[in-house]
C-alpha cells in the first residue's frame, strides 16, 4: 500500500527519515528507509512524499518512494 506523509526529519548519514502520515496527524513513522533513487538534495522538511508500506502490522518495513 502507498501512503502519503509529510517528511519532518531527515537523516542523510543512514538515508532515513521521520514521516507524518497523512490520514493520522498524530502517527509518526521513524526510521523509514529512503530510495537511493531519490537524491538527498530533494529531502527538504516539509516536503510531501509517498511511503510504500509493505507490513501494516509492522510500520517500518516500509520504504519512501517519491517526494513531491
Not at 8 to 23: I, K, L, N, R
Not at 35 to 47: D, L, T, Y
Amino acid at each position: 500500500m502507498v501512503r502519503r506523509g509529510v517528511l519532518q526529519v531527515w537523516d542523510v548519514g543512514t538515508y532515513t527519515c521521520t514521516v507524518q502520515m497523512a490520514a493520522s496527524l498524530g502517527q509518526y513513522l521513524a526510521g523509514i528507509k529512503v530510495s537511493r533513487a531519490i537524491a538527498g538534495a530533494e529531502m527538504v522538511v516539509g516536503r510531501s512524499v509517498a511511503v510504500a508500506v509493505f507490513d501494516e502490522g509492522n510500520p517500518t518495513d516500509a520504504v519512501v518512494v517519491a517526494v513531491y
